[in-house]
């Protein structure tokens, strides 16, 4: 990383002049190397995409995100009829904040959503439509900073989508729902610099 410094030296040492006579400020080695090692401060947050569905299907009902003016905003689940048939999910966030869940994604019968957590922060959560079947898929990011997953993608029984890391910043991931099945698929741009990939669809070749 490269820090430009602006050095101007006074009107008394300066060593130009302009046509008038006024002494003109000189620049004073303009770039200055402080470090040669990038370091990653975190994973910038990112604006959902307009397409990205509001709700999923699972096994027990559609999964969608309501606030009820008491939790803040957390996953709920619904058969389609009134009263217990439409219940909060599972409060992800204690208290009134809400986890804030958003772009579900159904893969078979379960539904990959992110969510934030007040432990791990932006992270990739699933459901199977009951709260027991309702879980952290993994830190990717280790600690409260969170990874933000972004761009979740149903593809052959996974999930893909792009997310953060310290070792390697925003890159293509993949899960299949479990925390030893998730993975980073490839580094595209080493090190800590983002490749941010998104807007995932699926190939005439039958690739992603």
């Not at 040492?13 to 040669?36: L, Y």
């Not at 957390?74 to 217990?84: D, K, T």
């Not at 600690?143 to 310290?166: E, H, I, Q, W």
Request: overall charge negative; glycine content about 12%.
């Amino acid at each position: 990383m490269l820090l430009a410094q602006l050095l101007v030296r006074g009107a008394s040492d300066a060593a130009t002049q302009d046509p008038a006579g006024t002494p003109t400020p000189q620049v004073v080695n303009p770039w200055a190397i402080c470090t040669r090692t990038a370091v990653s401060l975190g994973v910038t947050p990112v604006e959902v995409q307009p397409r990205v569905p509001d709700m999923a299907r699972s096994p027990a009902g559609l999964v969608f995100s309501s606030d009820d003016g008491v939790l803040g905003r957390e996953p709920w689940v619904s058969n389609g009829s009134p009263g217990a048939g439409t219940r909060l999910l599972k409060e992800l966030f204690p208290g009134p904040t809400g986890s804030n869940p958003t772009q579900f994604t159904r893969v078979g019968d379960r539904v990959f959503f992110t969510a934030d957590d007040p432990a791990v922060g932006n992270e990739l959560f699933v459901t199977d439509g009951t709260p027991a079947g309702t879980q952290l898929v993994k830190d990717i990011w280790p600690g409260p900073l969170g990874s933000f997953p972004n761009s979740l993608f149903a593809f052959k029984g996974m999930v893909y989508f792009s997310a953060g890391d310290v070792a390697h910043g925003r890159e293509l991931w993949r899960s299949d729902g479990t925390a030893a099945g998730t993975i980073l698929v490839q580094e595209l741009t080493e090190g800590v610099e983002d490749s941010s990939p998104n807007q995932f669809a699926a190939g005439g070749d039958g690739g992603l």
